[in-house]
């Protein structure tokens, strides 16, 4: 994979199968963590994405429609999402694959994952 030297540049992926999206919080990852979501996507032909899942650390919380703290759930069966993404390329707007055409601004991890679920598409999971 090819990479540029500004979020714009990184962005083209017509030439690439994959394309790696990063949430502004999560700048860097570990070379063996996109090795691994790299394979993911290798490993399922229909996936779309392939995120990186951490066990939930964070305090959860459950609120009513005032808004008002109503206890504490139980963290076992969730998870964090982490950055970057691993996304095919058809995923991602028209103007996120060339720098010539910005059509806006570059997704960001959220984004691309509220895309592949608003298409019903397959979403491999990859523990962090």
Do not use: Y
Not at 40 to 67: C, E, F, N, Y
Request: glycine share 8%; with cysteine.
């Amino acid at each position: 994979m090819r990479v540029g030297t500004s979020r714009r540049e990184n962005a083209v992926v017509d030439d690439n199968p994959v394309a790696l999206v990063h949430g502004p919080g999560w700048p860097v990852a570990a070379p063996d963590a996109v090795a691994r979501l790299l394979a993911a996507l290798d490993g399922h032909a229909t996936a779309a994405v392939a995120i990186l899942l951490a066990p939930q650390t964070d305090t959860l919380k459950s609120v009513d429609a005032a808004r008002l703290v109503t206890g504490t759930v139980d963290r076992e069966g969730f998870r964090a999402v982490l950055s970057p993404v691993a996304v095919r390329p058809a995923l991602l707007p028209a103007g996120a694959r060339t720098p010539a055409a910005p059509g806006g601004p570059l997704p960001d991890a959220a984004a691309v994952l509220a895309s592949a679920r608003a298409a019903s598409c397959t979403i491999a999971e990859v523990e962090a």
